[in-house]
């Protein structure tokens, strides 16, 4: 079965710094590869994903995050994270079939 | 447009009683699906509708979940004989035709075991 793992549970850094999230998953064939954001009090939103082509994928809001097959991994980039950015961001996996499959989650804080 | 939609937000119920959980889907998306957030976990995948029936079902716990998309609209999640167990956070997705990968959430019903 599939599975997906993020590395860091929390993660505190300050405004204007750089954050990168870890996501590693486990299946070795054709993935769609997603990272879901949920902000404080509301629900889960679609931060960028990726399905095919170029594997330096742009989101909403400066993120990015870079599709590495070798390395079964597709970790979140923000060059300069603002307090806005305080929420719980989900990395997601839907390969075999439509379901997706999330990691367990990593709560980052920013503090202004 | 409206979102995806889910009654009640909030649910307390007691341990041994049934339970009915509503999701109104973006309009014109044919794919519904259920996912149940425990405390300090991702998501896991419950069940997906393609159209009126389940294509996949295979992340319902056991037998006394179950759910329904009668019209291929509105889905019911039903959970029968609830435990402490099954105190979670139900969300509801829907994806539009031809875009299958992309889901859509709701805010989801807290559902309270006591």
């Known amino acids: 079965a599939q599975s997906v793992s993020q590395h860091n549970h929390h993660v505190i850094l300050s405004e204007a710094a750089s954050l990168e999230l870890g996501c590693n998953y486990s299946y070795g064939g054709t993935v769609n590869l997603f990272w879901y954001v949920q902000y404080p009090g509301q629900h889960l939103q679609l931060l960028l994903k990726?399905?095919?082509?170029?594997?330096l994928v742009k989101g909403i809001k400066g993120f990015e995050a870079e599709f590495i097959k070798s390395k079964f991994s597709f970790n979140l980039r923000k060059p300069s994270v603002q307090w806005s950015d305080t929420a719980e961001y989900f990395c997601?996996?839907?390969?075999?079939?439509?379901?997706?499959?999330f990691g367990g989650g990593t709560r980052v804080l920013v503090k202004p | 447009g409206a979102g995806v939609s889910q009654t009640p937000s909030n649910k307390v119920t007691e341990k041994g009683k049934y339970v009915e959980l509503r999701c109104d889907p973006i309009?014109?998306?044919?794919?519904l699906y259920w996912y149940r957030q425990s405390l300090g976990q991702g998501p896991e995948f419950l069940i997906y509708f393609q159209g009126t029936g389940a294509a996949d079902d295979s992340g319902l716990p056991n037998d006394r979940f179950f759910a329904v998309r009668p019209e291929g609209s509105v889905s019911t999640l039903k959970i029968q004989r609830t435990e402490r167990g099954d105190s979670a956070v139900y969300l509801c997705a829907s994806s539009p035709a031809g875009s299958y990968n992309e889901q859509f959430f709701g805010p989801g019903t807290r559902l309270t075991v006591l």
């Open positions: 997601a996996v839907n390969s075999p079939g439509n379901k997706l499959t």
């Open positions: 990726y399905f095919s082509g170029d594997p």
């Open positions: 309009s014109g998306h044919t794919a």
